[in-house]
C-alpha cells in the first residue's frame, strides 16, 4: 500500500525565488548597458569639447606668432571670427569672480573674445543641431603678460573655450605663449 504524503509547495517557492533572482539580475545588467553607454557619450562630448577649445587656442598661437601681437587694448566686446585681438585687461581680473570656467566670458555683461570657426578643410556645424554639431563656437581670449625675462620677445596669455553637443559640455584651456624677435642689440662690445 502506498501512502501519500502532503505536498507542501517547496519546489514552488524555490523555483520563484530563483526566477526572482534571475530577473533582478538581468535588470541590472541592462541598467549597466544603459549606464555605460551615458559615460561612453560623456566621454566622446568631453573629448569634443576639449578638441574645439585646442584647436581655438592653436589658431590664437599661430596667429601671434605671424606678427600679430602687441601691448593690447581694453577689452570689452567679443570679435568677429576669425579675427585677432590682444587685450591688455588679463581675462581672469574681468570677468566675474575671477573664474574662467564661467562660460561665456563676460565682462560688464557683454561676451568677450574672439570666436573662432575651423577652415573649410574641417568645417565645424554650430548651426543644425545632429551627430557632429557643436553647441557654440569656440572662443579665444589673448591678454599681453609683459615682455619676456632677457627682453628678447613677449608674453601672452591665452584661454580658449570650447563646447561639445550641449551648452552643459565644455572645455576650457590655457597657455602663456612667448613670441621672440630674431634679433636683439647687445651694445658695442
Known amino acids: 500500500m502506498i501512502t501519500s504524503r502532503p505536498q507542501r509547495g517547496m519546489v514552488l517557492v524555490t523555483s520563484l525565488l530563483l526566477l526572482i533572482v534571475v530577473t533582478i539580475l538581468a535588470v541590472g545588467l541592462f541598467r549597466s548597458f544603459g549606464l555605460d553607454e551615458k559615460i561612453a557619450g560623456n ?17 590664437a598661437e599661430t596667429w601671434l606668432s605671424l606678427g600679430n601681437g602687441s601691448n593690447g587694448i581694453n577689452c570689452t566686446a567679443l570679435v568677429a571670427a576669425n579675427v585677432g585681438q590682444v587685450c591688455s585687461n588679463p ?11 564661467i562660460l561665456p566670458w563676460t565682462i560688464a ?45 613677449s608674453v601672452y596669455q591665452i584661454d580658449a573655450a570650447g563646447y561639445g553637443g550641449s551648452a552643459n559640455t565644455a572645455a576650457v584651456v590655457e597657455s602663456t605663449y612667448l613670441v621672440q624677435t630674431s634679433v636683439k642689440d647687445l651694445g658695442g662690445l
Request: proline share 10%; net charge negative; hydrophobic share 35%.
Open 43 to 59: 566621454m566622446r562630448e568631453k573629448q569634443r569639447a576639449l578638441n574645439a577649445a585646442e584647436t581655438a587656442e592653436q589658431y
Open 91 to 101: 581675462l581672469q581680473l574681468s570677468v566675474p569672480n575671477g573664474n574662467v570656467a
Open 109 to 153: 555683461g557683454n561676451p568677450v573674445g574672439v570666436t573662432y570657426l575651423p577652415s573649410v578643410l574641417t568645417p565645424m556645424n554650430v548651426t543644425t543641431p545632429g551627430s557632429d554639431y557643436y553647441s557654440g563656437t569656440p572662443t579665444f581670449y589673448i591678454a599681453y603678460v609683459g615682455v619676456s625675462p632677457g627682453g628678447l620677445g
